[in-house]
């Protein structure tokens, strides 16, 4: 398979690409800085391309997502004044929409997959996932004050509602991780199509590494695609407390 992954110097983003290669796969990394991608840079199955992916033309996309069997976006926002404030606030989302409009332009035989690492402070819409008044208005709070955070929920809306379940070009899923940790190996973990804890008052804990076990599972396996597309399925690492 050939897979684009884009946020790939990300701390998920780097884990999947290592998992892909690991596999066999061929990856092609776009990334600003190839500083965290230091150890896989010699592996004859990455490619690099240093840029940032929203500076790129559409005939770019088109040349980076052509041939491709999966794009997956591990892309978010700095945990800064500037990345959380500044521009662009709809990296997420713009990035999605661009890399689908170039799939579509290049018409693929077959389906692409689409995997995009998102939050499980989102809802997914498509279901009746209840919520509690106190937690409806602290994601109001959210959305106001993190524009982060409505860039992830408009990522998400924009699979469910412009690629929908029955584009002949584009299928995707929107994993959504309960709060992430770091682990350096690989454990159990439990996938829902929903939370089933309050990702706001008693959320529950997921690794990095295991978020990009399922993201690279869901790209390489097809019967783990099958049962997730079209879906927003929650990730938590199994453990005492969840």
Not at 36 to 54: D, Q
Not at 122 to 129: A, I, K, S, V, Y
Not at 218 to 238: A, C, E, H, R
Request: charged share 25%; glycine share 4%; with cysteine.
């Amino acid at each position: 398979m050939t897979i684009l992954v884009v946020g790939a110097s990300g701390a998920t983003g780097r884990l999947l690409v290592k998992d892909l290669l690991n596999r066999g796969e061929k990856v092609t990394a776009i990334v600003r800085s190839t500083e965290k991608l230091t150890e896989l840079l010699n592996n004859e199955n990455l490619t690099v391309v240093n840029a940032s992916v929203l500076d790129l033309s559409d005939a770019e996309m088109m040349t980076y997502v052509k041939d491709c069997d999966a794009v997956a976006s591990c892309l978010g926002h700095n945990i800064s004044i500037k990345g959380m404030y500044g521009q662009p606030r709809r990296l997420v989302t713009e990035t999605a929409r661009r890399l689908c409009a170039a799939i579509e332009a290049n018409k693929p035989e077959k389906p692409v997959k689409y995997v995009l690492m998102n939050t499980t402070g989102n809802r997914n819409r498509d279901l009746n996932e209840p919520i509690s008044f106190a937690e409806k208005s602290v994601i109001v709070l959210l959305r106001l004050m993190l524009p982060p955070h409505v860039d992830n929920e408009k990522a998400a809306d924009y699979l469910r509602t412009n690629i929908g379940q029955h584009n002949r070009m584009i299928e995707w899923v929107a994993v959504r991780p309960d709060g992430l940790i770091d682990e350096n190996t690989v454990s159990p973990y439990e996938v829902y199509p929903s939370p089933t804890r309050s990702a706001i008052f008693n959320a529950g804990k997921v690794s990095r590494i295991n978020v990009a076990r399922f993201m690279a599972e869901l790209i390489t396996d097809n019967s783990t695609w099958n049962k997730w597309k079209g879906q927003m399925p929650v990730i938590y690492s199994q453990s005492a407390e969840n």
